[in-house]
């Protein structure tokens, strides 16, 4: 029984949701998302709030409206309010700068990291070594965030590396000499 789609997805101001031929548009303040819509699933948008409702219940259909609703609510916040996720580097010589639509990285490597921003995502680089990604995309935010995070990983030696704000790296100990 999914309980996470049958939570209503409370509509703030100034944004709208409509459906028209299995496509669902929002729209808000910081710009327009749509999302294709499975066959097994129907919104009902109202003034206020829109529910997602589905047409036979199964296992399958359940799981596509908990989805759907989590899919649509995340669309909501990203046009009223948007989405930010923020990076730290570690590492003595690792740092960053943003130029324009890119951000390049010095992370121990022979050469530069010229990394392309997708479009819709735009970033903030503070003090060299703090990175923050704000969008209306949650997933693509997630996933440039990935992406950034990938070019180099957290090490559990000497936590250099890129990690997430909120992240904790598990440190551990080194070699110990024998004698």
């Not at 028209?20 to 929002?26: F, H, I, Q, R, Y």
């Not at 709030?49 to 199964?58: F, L, P, R, S």
């Not at 970033?123 to 997630?142: F, H």
């Given at each position: 029984?999914?309980?996470?789609?049958?939570k209503p997805?409370?509509?703030?101001?100034?944004?709208?949701v409509?459906?028209?031929?299995?496509?669902?548009?929002?729209?808000?303040k910081n710009?327009?998302l749509?999302?294709?819509?499975?066959?097994?699933?129907?919104?009902?948008?109202?003034k206020?709030?829109?529910d997602?409702?589905?047409?036979?219940?199964n296992?399958?259909?359940?799981?596509?409206?908990?989805?759907?609703?989590s899919?649509?609510?995340?669309?909501?916040?990203?046009?009223?309010q948007?989405?930010?996720r923020?990076?730290e580097?570690?590492?003595i010589?690792?740092?960053?700068?943003?130029?324009?639509k890119s951000?390049?990285?010095?992370?121990?490597?022979s050469?530069p990291?010229?990394?392309?921003l997708?479009?819709g995502?735009?970033a903030?680089v503070?003090?060299?070594?703090?990175?923050?990604?704000?969008?209306?995309?949650?997933q693509?935010?997630?996933q440039?965030a990935?992406?950034?995070r990938?070019?180099?990983?957290?090490?559990?030696?000497?936590g250099?590396g890129?990690?997430?704000?909120?992240?904790?790296?598990q440190?551990?100990?080194?070699?110990?000499?024998?004698?």
């Amino acid at each position: 029984m999914s309980r996470i789609g049958k939570k209503p997805i409370p509509v703030p101001d100034k944004t709208t949701v409509s459906v028209k031929d299995g496509v669902v548009t929002v729209k808000g303040k910081n710009g327009t998302l749509t999302h294709n819509l499975h066959a097994a699933v129907e919104l009902q948008v109202g003034k206020e709030q829109v529910d997602v409702t589905i047409k036979d219940e199964n296992r399958k259909t359940r799981a596509l409206q908990g989805m759907t609703r989590s899919i649509v609510g995340s669309m909501v916040i990203g046009v009223s309010q948007g989405y930010e996720r923020v990076l730290e580097i570690n590492g003595i010589g690792y740092r960053a700068e943003a130029k324009g639509k890119s951000i390049i990285f010095n992370l121990g490597y022979s050469h530069p990291i010229d990394f392309p921003l997708p479009d819709g995502i735009s970033a903030m680089v503070e003090k060299n070594n703090t990175i923050k990604l704000s969008g209306i995309d949650k997933q693509m935010i997630g996933q440039t965030a990935a992406r950034i995070r990938q070019l180099r990983p957290p090490e559990p030696y000497k936590g250099k590396g890129i990690k997430y704000a909120e992240e904790y790296v598990q440190r551990k100990a080194g070699k110990t000499g024998t004698k």
